[in-house]
């Protein structure tokens, strides 16, 4: 059982990953789309992120058990993530950068509120631009990546008390986990923690650390607070890969497959290639038809895009990740 593959955490990621896409796409391109019930139904693919929070939350402890993780392997555990996640978001940073300066040098105005500095681009290394005022994210959706470094910076510490020093540490730990969702920011993990911990619950329940009454319990009172907390969308979208783990596991398919194999390139570059695509051609094009013609076609670039990203970039991240041991 510790070994066993999850199949339907591929499908849960390339939805989320499509979700965002398509929010982005269909919602963010100013003016572009404007008839309201379009607008609200793909607004609610923002919510993507909060989905992936709850696979990490999940994933991460998940694979961190299957290895044995002990204090000791605190700085391995850390460098397996860099190797795993940094070589994408390196190269989707570089292409960044570069269709950046393309826009502003063809159109002759920033496609983005900042100019691009050495400062702001290192200060992308350490996933540091939250903590800058004066900085912001090159690419919009490295905020998400940001949280998730904390958050591996946070599971690392917590990981060995949350799973063999038994009730009393583990209700601290629920505890500090709610308690520290006051802080508002959502730019870092606080704010979060109770996300990641619907799916460490998930964890910590099928790897029979915690009873079934002990999970549904606190699960329940998790999701009570999340909703004095977080949106209504927010809210569909932690209780969906909750309900998906839990009773649908084997759940699989061909296309949820490979959006899921691709998820994270595609997460990481659609506001670089598809994004810039459509806000480009947009321009260009008014009529209701073409409209929709210009988001699919920007659709289908991203997707190849995300596909050759992953096979000459993460399928070797997540080789080199892989070759790691503790």
Not at 43 to 54: A, D, E, P, R, T
Request: hydrophobic letters at 55%; one cysteine or more; charged letters at 10%.
């Amino acid at each position: 059982m510790k070994d066993k593959h999850i199949p339907v955490l591929d499908l849960l990621r390339g939805f989320a990953a499509l979700s965002v896409c398509l929010y982005h796409f269909v919602c963010t391109t100013t003016g572009y789309i404007q008839t309201q019930w379009i607008l609200d139904f793909f607004s609610i693919g923002k919510y993507g992120v909060q989905l992936f929070f709850v696979i990490s939350g999940f994933i991460i402890p998940w694979s961190m058990y299957k290895s044995d993780y002990q204090f000791k392997n605190f700085w391995l555990f850390l460098l397996k993530r860099l190797a795993r996640l940094e070589p994408p978001y390196i190269v989707s940073l570089a292409l960044a950068v570069i269709i950046l300066m393309l826009r502003n040098s063809i159109l002759g105005q920033s496609a983005n509120l900042q100019e691009i500095t050495v400062t702001r681009i290192l200060l992308h290394f350490g996933y540091l631009i939250p903590f800058f005022e004066n900085y912001e994210w090159i690419n919009q959706v490295y905020w998400t990546l940001a949280v998730e470094f904390q958050y591996y910076l946070f599971i690392a510490i917590i990981f060995v008390p949350l799973v063999n020093w038994g009730l009393v540490a583990r209700i601290v730990i629920y505890l500090g986990f709610l308690a520290l969702a006051f802080f508002q920011n959502s730019h870092f993990l606080p704010h979060w923690l109770p996300v990641f911990l619907l799916g460490i619950l998930i964890f910590l329940f099928r790897v029979k650390k915690i009873s079934a009454l002990e999970y549904y319990l606190v699960s329940a009172v998790v999701l009570i607070f999340g909703f004095y907390l977080y949106q209504p969308g927010e809210m569909l979208y932690m209780v969906l890969p909750v309900i998906m783990i839990l009773y649908f596991s084997e759940l699989q398919f061909g296309i949820g497959n490979f959006l899921g194999k691709i998820s994270y390139s595609l997460y990481l570059i659609h506001p670089i290639i598809g994004a810039t695509f459509i806000n480009v051609i947009s321009h260009h094009v008014s009529h209701p038809i073409g409209k929709v013609a210009v988001i699919c076609t920007g659709i289908v670039i991203t997707l190849i895009s995300s596909w050759i990203m992953y096979r000459l970039v993460e399928l070797p991240s997540k080789r080199l990740s892989s070759r790691l041991k503790y």
